[in-house]
């Protein structure tokens, strides 16, 4: 979109006789809207950028409107542009968590193979940073899953899957091994964000190590989660606090033996290894309970069988 000029596209705004057919109409206005959303984002003149901004924004939601109202079904076309075009607005407010929530939904109804490779390998780089510096995102299990992530093997961004996963796992060695090799711009979102990503690897060893708790062993104590988290003892409390307050965790706080008794943990999408760790605790939980079965049918009396 660099090399397209607002003043170029202005012929272009009154777009009434491109099409008659609404969803066509739709399709245009969309496409649109994102072109003008991606030349807002290279324009300084506060003015311009936001006149642009507010065209767009009219496109984006006549789209919408067309698309809601028309008695046609909607195909998966008009539906994947309209979603990348609220993707790319989402750039412009700097808004990650949107952005990412919007390019999984045009993920779900684009073919990747009509996506050129380049084109392919920026999505990922972006879903995978606006995943990490998202404030709320703490479930990167569906986006590791989707093919679009295999684009960055072999790239000089493959780091970005590794990185990904040792968040998705709360493994804080894989995560300072990713970052200390890592050479990135002073300005790259990433660093900016350091922080955040510090408190997200925590609080992500914190759910990792619930999730390896049976769930009727639940009472987690402090130094359990300072040597899992690599905080200091007397910042634990507020790490799980913080878990609360972003719904990843529900439980009690004992201030007096220093100990958290969790008694849920947000769902999330499990890799292999997860899914093999559970499938143990399973089977450790099926044994105790045979030989709970087993215990009981021995103590039981004739007297109380009768």
């Given at each position: 979109?660099?090399?397209?000029?607002?003043?170029?596209?202005?012929?272009?705004?009154?777009?009434?006789?491109?099409?008659?057919?609404?969803?066509?109409?739709?399709?245009?206005?969309?496409?649109?809207?994102?072109?003008?959303?991606?030349?807002?984002?290279?324009?300084?003149?506060?003015?311009?950028?936001?006149?642009?901004?507010?065209?767009?924004?009219?496109?984006?939601?006549?789209?919408?409107?067309?698309?809601?109202?028309?008695?046609?079904?909607?195909?998966?076309?008009?539906?994947?542009?309209?979603?990348?075009?609220?993707?790319?607005?989402?750039?412009?407010?700097?808004?990650?968590?949107?952005?990412?929530?919007?390019m999984l939904k045009f993920l779900a109804y684009t073919q990747l193979e009509k996506l050129h490779d380049n084109?392919?390998?920026?999505?990922?780089?972006?879903?995978?940073?606006?995943?990490?510096?998202?404030?709320?995102?703490?479930?990167?299990?569906?986006?590791?899953?989707?093919?679009?992530?295999?684009?960055?093997?072999?790239?000089?961004?493959?780091?970005?899957?590794?990185?990904?996963?040792?968040?998705?796992?709360?493994?804080?060695?894989?995560?300072?091994?990713?970052?200390?090799?890592?050479?990135?711009?002073?300005?790259?979102?990433?660093?900016?964000?350091?922080?955040?990503?510090?408190?997200?690897?925590?609080?992500?060893?914190?759910?990792?190590?619930?999730?390896?708790?049976?769930?009727?062993?639940?009472?987690?104590?402090f130094d359990m989660i300072s040597k899992a988290s690599r905080l200091p003892a007397e910042e634990v409390e507020l790490l799980v606090m913080k878990a609360q307050s972003l719904g990843?965790?529900?439980?009690?706080?004992?201030?007096?033996?220093?100990?958290?008794?969790?008694?849920?943990?947000?769902?999330?999408?499990?890799?292999?290894?997860?899914?093999?760790?559970?499938?143990?605790?399973?089977?450790?939980?099926?044994?105790?309970?045979?030989?709970?079965?087993?215990?009981?049918?021995?103590?039981?009396?004739?007297?109380?069988?009768?």
């Amino acid at each position: 979109a660099s090399w397209i000029s607002y003043s170029a596209l202005i012929p272009l705004l009154d777009i009434s006789t491109i099409a008659t057919d609404g969803l066509a109409v739709s399709l245009v206005r969309s496409h649109l809207a994102r072109v003008l959303f991606e030349i807002s984002l290279e324009t300084t003149d506060k003015t311009q950028r936001s006149e642009i901004i507010k065209n767009a924004k009219e496109h984006l939601s006549f789209a919408n409107n067309l698309m809601e109202t028309s008695s046609d079904e909607v195909d998966n076309v008009c539906t994947a542009a309209y979603y990348r075009a609220c993707a790319t607005l989402a750039r412009v407010k700097d808004d990650p968590q949107e952005f990412f929530s919007m390019m999984l939904k045009f993920l779900a109804y684009t073919q990747l193979e009509k996506l050129h490779d380049n084109e392919k390998i920026q999505m990922a780089m972006e879903l995978g940073i606006s995943a990490l510096i998202g404030e709320t995102i703490y479930n990167f299990g569906e986006l590791l899953q989707h093919p679009l992530l295999g684009c960055l093997k072999g790239t000089a961004t493959e780091w970005l899957g590794a990185l990904m996963t040792a968040f998705s796992q709360g493994n804080i060695d894989q995560y300072v091994e990713v970052v200390s090799h890592l050479n990135l711009p002073p300005n790259h979102a990433l660093l900016i964000n350091k922080q955040l990503l510090d408190q997200k690897i925590a609080i992500l060893s914190l759910i990792e190590l619930v999730f390896s708790k049976p769930a009727d062993d639940r009472i987690i104590s402090f130094d359990m989660i300072s040597k899992a988290s690599r905080l200091p003892a007397e910042e634990v409390e507020l790490l799980v606090m913080k878990a609360q307050s972003l719904g990843l965790i529900r439980g009690v706080i004992d201030q007096v033996s220093r100990t958290v008794s969790v008694t849920w943990v947000q769902p999330r999408i499990l890799n292999l290894d997860q899914i093999s760790s559970m499938n143990q605790r399973l089977k450790i939980w099926i044994n105790n309970v045979k030989n709970s079965l087993l215990l009981m049918e021995n103590q039981t009396t004739p007297e109380l069988i009768e």
